[in-house]
């Protein structure tokens, strides 16, 4: 495994005690490449996120992140509310958004998909249940590459 693939699960680690402590829950990390790159932090809590929860994690992360010098070059630190298509990372997170729609994709195939547009129905030990077109899937989370909510905005 490469330095940059493994660089959001090292950063996560690092991070997420750090945030916890704080009263945040960290629901994703991206590093995106570029010049500079971007290292981008979704936090929440029960009752939401605004503008002064992000610059406080923020001021936190960006001490710690000084300190630690994980990133290599120059970034630009972002940090916001998972905000509508949520990421889904653990299997809390599944277990917590059940009878939502939800994407997945996958590392590999299964049942011969790579990727799910469907109804998330919980989870299963370590399976997350989803329906897609009257088909029920159980995918094994640690195939699981990125996951999000995916809500349906249309009008009916």
């Known amino acids: 495994m490469s330095l940059?693939?493994?660089?959001?699960?090292?950063?996560?680690t690092l991070l997420e005690p750090e945030i916890n402590q704080l009263g945040y829950e960290l629901v994703e990390l991206e590093h995106?490449?570029?010049?500079?790159s971007t290292l981008r932090i979704f936090i929440d809590t029960e009752q939401g996120?605004?503008?002064?929860?992000?610059a406080a994690v923020?001021?936190?992360v960006g001490l710690i992140l000084e300190v630690e010098d994980p990133v290599p070059g120059e970034y630009t630190l972002e940090?916001?509310?998972p905000g509508?298509?949520?990421?889904?990372r653990s299997?809390?997170?599944?277990?917590?958004?059940?009878?939502?729609q939800v994407k997945i994709k996958l590392s590999e195939l299964h049942q011969g998909r790579k990727r799910l547009k469907g109804l998330l129905q919980g989870v299963d030990e370590d399976k997350v249940l989803v329906s897609v077109d009257d088909k029920e899937y159980a995918i094994p989370h640690r195939i699981i590459v990125k996951a999000h909510l995916a809500p349906d905005f249309?009008?009916?």
């Open 58 to 60: 923020s001021n936190h």
């Open 91 to 100: 299997l809390e997170h599944f277990a917590t958004y059940a009878g939502e």
């Open 49 to 54: 996120i605004n503008v002064e929860d992000c």
């Open 154 to 156: 249309s009008f009916k």
């Open 4 to 12: 940059q693939q493994d660089l959001p699960t090292r950063l996560f």
């Open 84 to 88: 509508a298509e949520r990421p889904l």
């Open 79 to 81: 940090v916001s509310s």
């Open 32 to 36: 995106i490449s570029g010049k500079p």
